[in-house]
Nanobody, 119 residues
Framework: QVQLVESGGGLVQSGGSLRLSCAAS????????MGWYRQAPGKQRDMVAE???????DYADSVKGRFTISRDNAKNTVYLQMNSLKAEDAAVYYC?????????????WGQGTQVTVSS
């Protein structure tokens, strides 16, 4: 299974920007899509952005126009450029990879990186 390591989180003021990175290693073959999810304390983990192996993207309505997901295939790395950050964007952001494993779809998760937005 693929291993994922996130980086780039930190403290930013409202209206500021951050760029998250997710480096994939290990069994990177058969990855169907990768994405970013976030989870605030006491809340469920929600999808923020996804990018398929073919390059198509999808975003949560709350981040459309502000966040951009991209990938660097040569580096096996996925990025999340976050602009115009709001207080409600504060959460732990997790990198996700979906891949076929033993004929089933399997989710791999990174350890998460904290994004804090000050008002």
């Amino acid at each position: 299974q693929v291993q994922l390591v996130e980086s780039g989180g930190g403290l930013v003021q409202s209206g500021g920007s951050l760029r998250l990175s997710c480096a994939a290693s290990g069994s990177t073959l058969s990855i169907k899509s990768m994405g970013w999810y976030r989870q605030a304390p006491g809340k469920q983990r929600d999808m923020v952005a996804e990018i398929s192996s073919g390059g198509s993207t999808d975003y949560a309505d709350s981040v459309k126009g502000r966040f951009t997901i991209s990938r660097d295939n040569a580096k096996n790395t996925v990025y999340l450029q976050m602009n115009s950050l709001k207080a409600e964007d504060a959460a732990v952001y997790y990198c996700n990879a979906r891949q076929i494993w033993d004929l089933a779809m399997v989710n791999a998760w990174g350890q998460g990186t904290q994004v804090t937005v000050s008002s």
